[in-house]
């Protein structure tokens, strides 16, 4: 065999480190718990308005029952990697949270995404512990309860969401006329109904949620009549990391088998919340509840099949 020369050797050597460095990096990339030991640190992503799912306190913290489900998850990655780990908030929008999660910058994301099969062909989701309704919001003064009772109103939704579609697809709204009234974005939206140039506004209850307990005056506003639609809202992870969404999903098989999941689901959506303390009064719907009572992943399309 023929021997290499010292500068040779020095070059092959720093190949190799650099080439197992590499690897390392790249497994730790696709092992969240790996990760999370060697640096210490975990990403959550969150919402700055997403009702009582996952909204900001000000001053960098965030709040809501998916953030408080994830706080879980987080400790129970302490438990595997044996270290208290430091927490980074990353808030996210709807633009950007897939790809944060998938490049990495976001571990865990906690807000309020909708689990469908588009999405999961770039990420998983944890079991589903929350099943979104799409509702009808108005003031507190109104007499408005039902889809009936919108006919001849002014109904405010937000540019490019499919909420009026949905309610006028109701088979309960057959016969109702009622004028469509757009706001740019859902705070513009729920202003329509503020100063009462819209007489309901139509949208997913965690924004609804997220709008009145931003108001000035929350106790002036209900959410009130039929739910329009019912989607799984899930927690993301990357896809390539099937150790991490075993350990959140067996965390959340716990909670439910152990009762604490009802006990934050009544925390978050049944009593008064930070920071106005204002209860949302969200009752537990049964399609949470089954949702519970039978752990799953699966997309929105496999709940909307008849």
């Known amino acids: 065999m023929k021997k290499l020369n010292p500068i040779m ?30 640096t210490g640190v975990i990403t959550m992503g969150v ?31 302490e438990k595997a ?4 780990l430091e927490t980074k908030y990353q808030l996210v929008t709807s633009q950007n949270r897939l790809p944060l999660v998938q490049n990495g910058t976001v571990d865990i994301e906690c807000g309020s995404t909708t689990n469908n099969a588009t999405r999961q062909k770039d990420v998983s989701f944890l079991s589903t512990v929350y ?9 507190a003064k109104s007499n408005i309860t039902n889809i009936a009772q919108l006919n001849g109103k ?7 969401t499919t909420s009026v579609q949905l309610l006028r697809k109701n088979e309960r709204a057959t016969g109702v006329d009622f004028k469509e009234i757009f706001g740019k974005d859902h705070a513009d939206s729920f202003l329509l109904l503020d100063s009462d140039r819209a007489d309901a506004f139509v ?8 709008n009145i307990m931003n108001s000035k005056n929350p106790a002036d506003f209900k959410i009130v009549g039929e739910v329009l639609s019912i989607e799984p809202i899930g927690i ?9 969404k075993k350990l959140g999903d067996d965390t959340i098989a716990a909670l439910v088998k152990s009762g604490d999941m009802q006990k934050i689901y009544d925390k978050w959506f049944t009593k008064p919340i930070p920071p106005k303390n204002v209860n949302v009064n969200m009752a537990l719907t049964a399609e949470t509840k089954a949702a519970w009572a039978n752990l799953s992943d699966k997309p929105n399309e496999d709940y909307q099949k008849k």
């Open 154 to 160: 002014n109904v405010a939704t937000t540019t490019g």
């Open 9 to 38: 050797s020095l070059v092959l050597g720093a190949a190799l480190i650099a080439g197992i460095s590499t690897s390392v990096v790249h497994a730790q990339a696709n092992d969240t718990i790996a990760k999370a030991k060697s």
């Open 203 to 210: 949208m997913d209850a965690t924004i609804l949620i997220g």
């Open 81 to 84: 990697a044996g270290k208290k």
């Open 131 to 139: 099943m979104e309704q799409v509702r009808i919001a108005v003031k």
């Open 47 to 77: 919402r700055d308005s997403s009702g009582a799912l996952s909204y900001t306190l000000g001053d960098g913290k965030f709040a809501g029952y998916h953030v408080e489900i994830c706080q879980r998850i987080i400790a129970a990655v």
């Open 236 to 244: 993301m992870v990357r896809k390539d990391d099937p150790a991490f």
